[in-house]
């Protein structure tokens, strides 16, 4: 009792804390505009109303860089949960960059409006120079902007510009209940007998769209690929981030002059949540080496109701991930024509590791894409709800992956074949999809 007590407190003055700092930066931003509209309205309406009208080259990329070389934007979000304003994705240097204006275009009277954004970098930088940044514009009133521009100064030409349209503007009735957010595909994917299997255990449990930043794969997984998007369960975004900056293919900075963790993994799951704001009830950050499974429901959708049942505060769902190793496995479900498919047959592999006294087991989550604010890998960083740990006997994360504790022999590892319970349907759907692509 003593130590909930304590926590309610806690919860107080951190609110407390939380809406003082929302208050007192709101009011500064609105300062801020206030003098940016002042001083640099006029400037921006000096030319002819003609030339004045919504200027700047449609972006054409999923990710473009601005002159500076220093801040990459991905894609802008119309974001009014505090204030009406403009929220764009982006990685920028955390140092480096300093000050970055919007340029809003207002169709009604074909003027453009200049606001100085807030450049917030996410705190999840591991080290990295470059990181996941929101840059936020409040959007001049009286106007519902459909493009904007970011440029280093409010000032100046930005016919050249590349300008982005502000999604999630309208509201839309949700498409999916349930979508995959699948951060960076990398180094010549190849496993497809496992990706095509984590497919059809999320459509099984009750997925309909999987988003895939892909960097690269081999040539027999676009093939895969080409036939999920033609299904209409795959929707790939062109992550060509190592094009632009040098990745690391680790999360944590190791002083060997990578500019950027994974492959860029933490903007591209912010990306995926306000991409499906408005049209995902819920939204699943894993790997496609990792599958949500559920033990006490068959589904997800059954799951969530009743987890939302028991804390209906919560928008945040953290799940306890847990290692399968494909060294382990079993002669069960030894099908032969699978042997040919390059990857990993799941069926096979139901030992999975214990957990370690000194480790906590990283979690991964399913979220309501419109309480969340800024998201890292294992936990948001900001939202409007709490986050609640889904207990071992709900779910777990059955993830399939080299070992972490190799060293242990089979007999220490627990036998958990959950994943069997769905082994008909699975290989029956994995078969339809075998043999309309790779067989
Ligand atoms: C920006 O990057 C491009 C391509 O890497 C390079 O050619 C150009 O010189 C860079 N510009 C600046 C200002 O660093
Ligand atoms: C994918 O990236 C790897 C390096 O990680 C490279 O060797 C390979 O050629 C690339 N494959 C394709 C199809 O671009
Ligand atoms: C699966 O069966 C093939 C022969 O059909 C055999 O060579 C292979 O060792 C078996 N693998 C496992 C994991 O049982
Ligand atoms: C495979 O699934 C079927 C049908 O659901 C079930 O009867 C059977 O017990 C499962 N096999 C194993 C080994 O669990």
């Given amino acids: 009792m003593m130590h909930c007590g ?4 806690c919860g107080v003055i951190a609110c407390i804390l939380i809406f003082a700092t929302i208050f007192i930066s709101s009011w500064k931003d609105v300062q801020q505009q206030n003098n940016i509209t002042r ?6 309406t000096t030319t002819s109303p003609a030339y004045q009208s919504c200027r700047g080259e ?6 473009t860089p601005l002159k500076d070389n220093r801040t990459f934007i991905i894609s802008a979000y119309f974001d009014n949960r505090e204030s009406k304003a403009t929220r764009v994705i982006g990685i920028v240097h955390h140092a480096e960059v300093k000050e970055l204006y919007c340029w809003f275009c207002c169709q009604d009277d074909r003027k453009m409006y200049v606001s100085k954004a807030t450049i917030d970098v996410h705190s999840d930088r591991f080290g990295f ?48 209940d349930f979508t995959v957010c699948i951060s960076t595909m990398f180094g010549n994917y190849n496993n497809v007998l496992q990706f095509i299997q984590s497919m059809e255990m999320y459509k099984i449990l009750g997925v309909q769209k999987v988003v895939i930043y892909k960097n690269n794969c081999s ?56 991409r499906n704001m408005r049209r995902s009830r819920f939204v699943l950050l894993n790997d496609a080496d990792e599958i949500i499974l559920p033990l006490k429901h068959s589904d997800w959708k059954t799951m969530m109701s009743s987890l939302q049942q028991q804390h209906p505060r919560a928008g945040v769902f953290l799940f306890e991930n847990h290692i399968f190793p494909e060294t382990v496995s079993t002669h069960m479900f030894n099908i032969s ?18 957990d370690r006294q000194d480790v906590i087991n990283p979690r991964k989550m399913i979220i309501d894409p419109r309480k969340v604010i800024q998201t890292s890998v294992h936990s948001v960083l900001r939202a409007y709800a709490d ?44 078969n339809k999809v075998l043999y309309q692509t790779v067989l």
């Fill in 387 to 430: 986050s609640v740990y889904v207990p071992m006997d709900v779910a777990l994360i059955y993830h399939c992956r080299v070992p972490l504790q190799g060293h242990l022999p089979r007999e220490a590892l627990i036998r958990d074949t959950t994943l069997w319970r769905y082994n008909s349907s699975l290989i029956t759907n994995v």
């Fill in 219 to 274: 040539h027999l997984m676009e093939k895969v690929l080409k036939f999920y998007v033609e299904e209409g369960t795959v929707e790939i975004i062109p992550w060509p981030i190592n094009s632009h900056l040098k990745v690391s293919s680790k999360w944590l900075f190791m002083q060997d002059g990578t500019h950027i963790g994974y492959y860029g993994q933490i903007t591209a799951l912010n990306d995926c949540i306000y």
């Fill in 39 to 44: 001083k640099h309205f006029p400037q921006a």
């Fill in 58 to 63: 449609p972006a054409q990329n999923v990710i």
């Fill in 337 to 354: 024509s699978w042997n040919t498919v390059p990857g990993v047959n799941i069926l096979q592999h139901v030992h999975r590791e214990p």
């Fill in 6 to 9: 304590k926590k309610n407190i």
């Fill in 129 to 176: 120079p470059y990181g996941a940044a929101d840059i936020i514009c409040l959007e001049p009133e009286g106007c519902d902007p459909t493009h904007v521009s970011v440029h280093q100064s409010p000032h100046g030409n930005i016919d050249q510009l590349p300008r982005f349209e502000i999604k999630n503007r309208k509201t839309e009735t949700f498409s999916a």
